[in-house]
């Protein structure tokens, strides 16, 4: 009897992992002398990956992983950008290359990394790996900074705290030696009543001269990391939970004391702030261009959706869908914004392959690697002999492996930490 053809298929991904890290034309002496170890091919999108190749490509696992199985390709090349130490880069060129611990490797990529590989399953691993360097680099009040020793932000704290989540470990008890848990310093950064009654219930960055001031790629960031999720959050299955802002009751010190109240209180802030863009959340990164903030839009919908907030997530959903919105073409070709409207549509509970009347999972696909075939003389005396029932499976399996085949946060905030 043949066997199987998923058998067959997974021998064939791996045979295919393992000559794309070689190399077609290098054989494996080749890198016993010195010689660049070249990311396998996997890697989603054409554009520069310098700055976000990790982030973009565990934001395509964490969407393949509502959609389907994970292209295995796609897996291989993430894990194999992790450092020796647990860590990950922005993109590793050259994987054979030792990182720079004290440098090279930022929490972002790192939790952003940890959520796609547990997406994708099997890398059980690298994902503790992951988890391990995110403990061993986590700040005395128990939040991360970008990058190793840095002061903490929402942003990032929040990205660690979906890390956790994704590998079905609670981010509460990852506390730091001073017993602070990453949701002590997260919503450190929470407005309370002491501000304008717009803002309360908002999310900074990070303070600001010993100020806070209401961000919403922050606000939308913190909504999904208060519910103790990450990026692949499923929203709850019945019913709908009205949005309410922050209440003050004449007390100009109140604000959230614990990770629900704050779930909430940022909840009624988003609902709000979208109704008054028209579903939309307007760019609020320095320097960018005015207009709406696609991304941080989309973040909204998800967390919104996750915390049960199904209408109030309605609202920016069919704003993204609407052609108006122009949203599709923000997103047409780049695999990390195809991922973020998979994630949003799916948590809100809409159909990713008809958003709008565009097919987001198609699109994706299209944005996977093609694969280069060269064809040996051995396999073309096999091709014209009818070849073995194995070598066929193989090409079956690769064959398989090949059909499965932002403005983001990360990319802005690394270009100027560079």
Same mark, same amino acid.
């Given at each position: 009897?043949?066997?199987?053809?998923?058998?067959?298929?997974?021998?064939?991904?791996?045979?295919?992992?393992?000559?794309?890290?070689?190399?077609?034309?290098?054989?494996?002496?080749?890198?016993?002398? @010195?010689?660049?170890?070249?990311?396998?091919?996997? +890697?989603?999108?054409?554009?520069?990956?310098?700055?976000?190749?990790?982030?973009?490509?565990?934001?395509?696992?964490?969407?393949?992983?509502?959609?389907?199985?994970?292209?295995?390709?796609?897996?291989?090349?993430?894990?194999?950008?992790?450092?020796?130490?647990?860590?990950?880069? @922005?993109?590793?060129?050259?994987?054979?290359?030792?990182?720079?611990?004290?440098?090279?490797?930022?929490?972002?990529?790192?939790?952003?990394?940890?959520?796609? +590989?547990?997406?994708?399953?099997?890398?059980?691993?690298?994902?503790? !790996?992951?988890?391990?360097?995110?403990?061993?680099?986590?700040?005395?009040?128990?939040?991360?900074?970008?990058?190793?020793?840095?002061?903490?932000?929402?942003?990032?704290?929040?990205?660690?705290?979906?890390?956790?989540?994704?590998?079905?470990?609670?981010?509460?008890?990852?506390?730091?030696?001073?017993?602070?848990?990453?949701?002590?310093? +997260?919503?450190?950064?929470?407005?309370?009543?002491? !501000?304008?009654?717009?803002?309360?219930?908002?999310?900074?960055?990070?303070?600001? !001269?010993?100020?806070?001031?209401?961000?919403?790629?922050?606000?939308?960031?913190?909504?999904?990391?208060?519910?103790?999720?990450?990026?692949?959050?499923?929203?709850?299955?019945?019913?709908?939970?009205?949005?309410?802002?922050?209440?003050?009751? @004449?007390?100009?010190?109140?604000?959230?004391?614990?990770?629900?109240?704050?779930?909430?209180?940022?909840?009624?802030?988003?609902?709000?702030?979208?109704?008054?863009?028209?579903?939309?959340?307007?760019?609020?990164?320095?320097?960018?261009?005015?207009?709406?903030?696609?991304?941080?839009?989309?973040?909204?919908?998800?967390? +919104?959706?996750?915390?049960?907030?199904?209408?109030?997530?309605?609202?920016?959903?069919?704003?993204?869908?609407?052609?108006?919105?122009?949203?599709?073409?923000?997103?047409?070709?780049?695999?990390?914004?195809?991922?973020?409207?998979?994630?949003?549509?799916?948590?809100?509970?809409?159909?990713?392959?008809?958003?709008?009347?565009?097919?987001?999972?198609?699109?994706?696909?299209?944005?996977?690697?093609?694969?280069?075939?060269?064809?040996?003389?051995?396999?073309?005396?096999?091709?014209?002999?009818?070849?073995?029932?194995?070598?066929?499976?193989?090409?079956?399996?690769?064959?398989?492996?090949?059909?499965?085949?932002?403005?983001?946060?990360?990319?802005?905030?690394?270009?100027?930490?560079?």
């Amino acid at each position: 009897m043949a066997p199987s053809f998923a058998v067959h298929a997974r021998r064939g991904a791996a045979a295919l992992a393992t000559a794309a890290v070689l190399g077609a034309a290098a054989a494996p002496a080749a890198f016993a002398d @010195g010689s660049p170890s070249p990311a396998a091919p996997g +890697l989603y999108g054409t554009k520069d990956p310098k700055f976000d190749g990790v982030f973009r490509q565990s934001l395509v696992l964490v969407a393949q992983g509502t959609t389907g199985l994970p292209d295995e390709a796609a897996v291989n090349w993430l894990a194999d950008q992790q450092c020796s130490d647990g860590g990950f880069a @922005g993109y590793r060129a050259d994987t054979g290359k030792a990182c720079d611990p004290k440098a090279g490797e930022f929490t972002d990529a790192t939790s952003a990394a940890v959520q796609g +590989l547990a997406a994708a399953g099997g890398r059980s691993a690298a994902v503790q !790996k992951g988890l391990d360097w995110l403990k061993g680099h986590q700040n005395e009040d128990g939040g991360w900074g970008m990058t190793p020793g840095a002061a903490s932000d929402a942003n990032s704290t929040s990205i660690a705290i979906g890390a956790f989540a994704a590998a079905r470990q609670d981010p509460a008890k990852a506390v730091a030696k001073s017993g602070k848990s990453p949701y002590d310093a +997260l919503l450190s950064f929470q407005l309370g009543c002491d !501000k304008k009654e717009d803002e309360r219930g908002a999310f900074a960055y990070m303070p600001q !001269k010993g100020e806070l001031q209401a961000n919403d790629l922050a606000s939308a960031a913190a909504a999904l990391a208060a519910l103790g999720k990450g990026f692949g959050a499923g929203a709850p299955k019945q019913g709908d939970k009205p949005v309410k802002p922050l209440e003050c009751t @004449g007390d100009e010190n109140a604000k959230p004391q614990d990770a629900e109240a704050a779930a909430d209180a940022v909840a009624g802030y988003l609902a709000k702030k979208l109704d008054a863009d028209g579903g939309q959340l307007k760019s609020s990164m320095p320097g960018a261009p005015e207009g709406p903030d696609f991304g941080a839009t989309a973040d909204a919908v998800i967390a +919104l959706a996750a915390g049960g907030h199904r209408e109030a997530a309605g609202k920016p959903l069919a704003w993204l869908e609407s052609k108006d919105s122009k949203t599709a073409e923000w997103a047409k070709g780049d695999p990390g914004r195809l991922a973020k409207l998979i994630l949003a549509a799916h948590t809100a509970g809409a159909d990713p392959r008809a958003f709008g009347g565009t097919d987001l999972v198609r699109q994706l696909a299209d944005t996977a690697p093609k694969p280069q075939a060269t064809a040996t003389p051995q396999a073309k005396e096999e091709k014209k002999d009818g070849g073995s029932d194995s070598s066929r499976w193989w090409v079956l399996g690769a064959a398989f492996v090949a059909s499965v085949g932002v403005g983001i946060l990360l990319s802005g905030r690394m270009k100027k930490k560079q």
